[in-house]
């Protein structure tokens, strides 16, 4: 006997639609996510967008064939010694200043300036530093502190088109 059944739901900016299928006592449970982030004026929808971008191009752009390790050009960049460390870290510093831009605490950008330090410091440290630039992922970890932060704030718009009322479920195997 199989039931299959899906929901979806909308909480903190991310669509979450799950479909989980019963078979006999067993199930297993797919999830998939898909952002789908509004925010309440479209020049910080923008700068979300422009950040988004940096941070996928330097963290994640490559994935390295037969593994599920994403690589960006911040460990590319990075295996040239000192320079492409601090070529890395001025790219991204900009979604700090962009960060700045829109209003960002000062303790948020102390975050985001350690994030990035952590990151440059000990990615100059030679083949080790290259393992943990693919690990750290410090612009990752910055556009989610910028999305926290204005999450917080009231700049992302809960209401309206495409917005839906929040479904939460479990799924308990009963023996």
Known sequence: MTISFSLSREA????????????GANFREVTRTNTVERYSDPAIEASVARIEAVAHLMDDLFEIPGTNVRIGLDALIGLVPVVGDLISQAISSYIIWEARQLGVSRFTMG????????????????????AFDVAFRANRKNL???????????????????????IDATARRVA
Do not use: Q
């Not at 903190?12 to 078979?23: P, Y």
């Not at 975050?111 to 290259?130: E, H, K, L, W, Y």
């Not at 204005?150 to 917005?163: D, T």
């Open 111 to 130: 975050r985001m300036i350690a994030n990035s330090a952590i990151d440059t410091v000990v990615g100059i440290v030679p083949f080790a530093g290259d």
């Open 12 to 23: 903190e900016g991310h669509k979450v639609s799950r479909r989980i299928v019963l078979l």
């Open 144 to 166: 989610a502190l910028l999305k926290g932060h204005l999450a917080k704030h009231g700049h992302v718009r809960r209401s309206g088109a495409g917005a839906g009322p929040v």
